[in-house]
Nanobody
Framework: QVQLVESGGGSVQAGGSLRLSCVVFPYIYSSYSMAWFRQTPGKEREGVAVMTIGSGMTYYADSVKGRFTISQDNVKKTLYLQMNSLKPEDTGMYYC?????????????????????WGQGTQVTVSS
């Protein structure tokens, strides 16, 4: 089990950038997948980006491809989400999530049910 603490959210105008951070306690396990999700009121939490830590493979939702980048720093025990060219539809609560090996094996990477541990979230608001 890991504990996750997000930060970096805020309010920005369309076209702007933000970088979200997620500190992982005790550290980022190389066997895990780590992801970013977002949620707006009344909607299901949706996967934005995922990284398989051991291989470094990344996957993105179609809506953020080319604009968002997921990365990690093992020394700082931190997962990042760099968000560029932000749009009003990117507004939402953003969550960091961890998936240990073998957890919910039939769930796709973008389903919230695939992840065991969650942070408390950080709000991103993009105005037009």
């Amino acid at each position: 089990q890991v504990q996750l603490v997000e930060s970096g959210g805020g309010s920005v105008q369309a076209g702007g950038s933000l970088r979200l951070s997620c500190v992982v306690f005790p550290y980022i396990y190389s066997s895990y997948s780590m992801a970013w999700f977002r949620q707006t009121p009344g909607k299901e939490r949706e996967g934005v980006a995922v990284m398989t830590i051991g291989s470094g493979m990344t996957y993105y939702a179609d809506s953020v491809k080319g604009r968002f980048t997921i990365s990690q720093d093992n020394v700082k025990k931190t997962l990042y989400l760099q968000m560029n060219s932000l749009k009003p539809e990117d507004t939402g609560m953003y969550y960091c999530a961890a998936r240990p090996p073998g957890f919910a094996p039939m769930a796709g990477w973008s389903r919230w049910t695939a992840y065991k541990d969650w942070g408390q979230g950080t709000q991103v608001t993009v105005s037009s």
